[in-house]
């Protein structure tokens, strides 16, 4: 009988501690979301990319974001990259539109030099965005606070002994590919991740780090200025860097129409 009672005992708190780490994953995810605006002008962004040969290449460009309501009451992501240099780049542009959830579909890139339209497709999606750790899925991710993966709480974690929460996200179909998981650290005080790691398998594939110092708040909003992505598998690494930022301003459609996005 003491078996017995001490096994319901047991049940009963991991059941508890099981409702407790939900809600607390439900706390996080609502804190991140909120801390995305509904639109989204960064007049500059700088891409700098190095790796083990050498110097650093270099992208710049403006980005434009939006969270689009569905009808389901969710948001989903619309964002356009257009580059203004290196000189043989200007012009290039690339659009993510998510659709009902899914990180693969409604991705497209630009480019002057054929001067059309491309739509980026399966493992295209999970490649190097222009020659940068960051892949498409990557971006759009980020963009997305991690939108669509099962989340799961799993404690509390220190970074420069700075409070966060460690959560792990899991994408709701694996079947489609990509990371098998991602395990990020949210700043307490901020809710932006300020650590991810990206798994394939059981090894970590990237790793994101963004600098405490970088933090930056815009009205009601934190974002990082500097976020870095580590490629541990190509040895590739990518800064990040992000200015003069605008929240919440009116952004027309056309930035994010597969037909009209290039020409802005």
């Known amino acids: 009988?003491?078996?017995?009672?001490?096994?319901?005992?047991?049940?009963?708190?991991?059941?508890?501690?099981?409702?407790?780490?939900?809600?607390?994953?439900a706390k996080v995810l609502e804190c991140m979301q909120a801390n995305v605006p509904t639109s989204l002008?960064?007049?500059?962004?700088?891409?700098?990319?190095?790796?083990?040969?050498?110097?650093?290449?270099?992208?710049?460009?403006?980005?434009?974001?939006?969270?689009?309501?569905?009808?389901d009451g969710s948001r989903l992501v619309r964002a356009m990259l257009l580059l203004s240099a290196p000189p043989n780049l200007s012009g290039a542009a690339y659009l993510i539109r998510e659709k009902d959830g899914d990180l693969r579909d409604g991705m497209y890139v630009y480019l002057p030099s054929v001067k059309r339209v491309r739509r980026v497709?399966?493992?295209?999606?999970?490649?190097?965005?222009?020659?940068?750790?960051?892949?498409?899925?990557?971006?759009?991710?980020?963009?997305?606070?991690?939108?669509?993966?099962?989340?799961?709480?799993?404690?509390?974690?220190?970074?420069?002994?700075?409070?966060?929460?460690v959560l792990t996200f899991r994408p709701a179909d694996a079947s489609k590919g990509g990371y098998s998981l991602v395990r990020a650290w949210v700043d307490t005080k901020t809710c932006v991740p300020l650590k991810a790691e990206f798994y394939e398998g059981k090894v970590v594939r990237k790793r994101l780090i963004s600098p405490i110092a970088t933090l930056k708040q815009i009205g009601m909003y934190w974002y990082a200025a500097v976020t870095e992505m580590h490629d541990l598998k190509e040895d590739l690494h990518t800064t990040l860097r992000v200015f003069s930022v605008t929240p919440d301003g009116d952004i027309s459609g056309g930035f994010f129409d597969p037909k009209t996005f290039y020409q802005r």
Do not use: W
């Not at 001490?6 to 994953?25: K, N, V």
């Open 41 to 71: 002008r960064v007049q500059e962004v700088e891409f700098s990319t190095s790796d083990r040969s050498g110097p650093a290449s270099t992208l710049k460009g403006r980005l434009y974001a939006a969270r689009e309501l569905a009808p």
């Open 1 to 25: 009988m003491r078996i017995l009672l001490a096994c319901a005992a047991l049940a009963l708190t991991m059941a508890h501690a099981s409702a407790i780490a939900a809600d607390e994953a």
């Open 121 to 165: 497709t399966g493992s295209i999606a999970d490649g190097g965005l222009m020659g940068t750790s960051f892949s498409y899925v990557d971006f759009k991710q980020l963009q997305n606070t991690f939108g669509g993966a099962t989340t799961t709480y799993e404690g509390s974690g220190e970074i420069d002994k700075r409070p966060m929460h």
